[in-house]
């Protein structure tokens, strides 16, 4: 089918989560109008994303967002490895060592929700930034010349949004991918992580800990990071670990469980004061394709990884970058439509040969059984990092610096 845009119809975005934040943040600054449809009454507080890379945040910067994410963030340059058996720091990543390649040499730890808020409390006031919470996409039907959405209101009728494209940026089980029928391609892991967060201040107990730590266990591997929180209360230190294979939510949530599993790191005889405590089902996906007909992807809809390493918002943030530009040339009617091809041959690029090849091998570094490997894979961490070149490499990897810069040379 041809395709033709009219401007009388805003683009549609599913979701209001931080992806779409961005997505319409970004088409708002170039002029195109549209409609963001969020199910929730109001944004969730949602605890999952926090480490903000430097190449996102040079990418927020442009968008006018990062002043005040890093007023109210927390500054990570340094990142350590350490080994749990042993309690042993392995490796140390500063990435001051990059200050003459990029522009924020840090990880800025920033909780998505905020980012969420900010975006509405900046914008919101503007009629023109078209948020409308109590919304849910049900479905779609494309056309020649713009797509209707049915979506479902609060008191239950069914609206129908006449768009000229529509976004999926309604989270890994969205509704928009499933529509189009597209694949989402890979693999669910079988234990469920818990995320677990403290008021505690473990730099107190340990002056080896950074703002960001990765611990190495055969058994009970680890993320941990600290946060803000809210201005009124302490900082917040998170802990990732898995849970046991057969372990139900409610196990791992028990005030037993959760005292048990923070002991085994740091062994305390008072109780933990625990500010939340989530459940999450954690897979490998990548979607078959970013576009099809009127229909996008960007986020989570179209990729979803494990946290170890912090890349899943960051790549969703990237995606509504590349996105917005290419996107707006079409809708303004200054590139054809095939256009928006390219913006699936550059991000699902960057998902799957960046984004899912690193979280993967970063969860087979942290929770490596075999004594002999184990060994072997600390020692190889511990060498990169106590090369310069070798450990500006690994940072340009793990920071997303190489992902965006290939991606960016696709055409
Ligand atoms: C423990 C953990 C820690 C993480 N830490 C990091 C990190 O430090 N850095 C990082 O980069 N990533 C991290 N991630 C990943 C990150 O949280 C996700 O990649 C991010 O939330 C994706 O944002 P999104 O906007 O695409 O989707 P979501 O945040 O899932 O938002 C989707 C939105 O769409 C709405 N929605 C869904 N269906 C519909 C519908 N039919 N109609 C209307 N609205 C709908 C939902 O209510 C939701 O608000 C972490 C993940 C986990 C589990």
Redesign the pocket.
Known sequence: MGFLVSKRDPVII???????MVLALALYREGVPFTM????DEP?V?Q????HHPPTISMLNELGLAEYMIAEGLKSPVYRFHDRVNHETIAEFDLGDLKDEVEFPYVLQYE?YKLVRKVIALFGHDPAFDVRFS???KNFEQFNDHILVNVQCSDGSIEKFRGSYLVG????RS?VRKGAEINFVGFTYPEK?I?IGTYFDLTAHDNRIAIRNYFSHPDEWCNLFKVRGEPDKPDIWRF?VPMRVNETEEEAKSEQAMQARLKRFFERDQNYEIAYANV?T?SQRVADTFNKGRVLLA???AHVNN?IG?????G?IHDAINLAKKLSAVWKGDSDPDLLNLYTRQRHKASTDFTQAQTIANKKQLEERDPIMRKKRLDEMRAISEDKEKAKAYMRRAQLIDSVATTAAIN
């Open positions: 599913s979701g209001g989560g931080p992806v779409a449809l969020e199910q929730l969730f949602d999952r994303a926090a480490s998505q919304h849910t996409v940026c309604d989270g890994g509704v992580f995320k990732v999450y954690v986020g989570d809809s946290p912090g890349m899943g918002l960051n969703g």
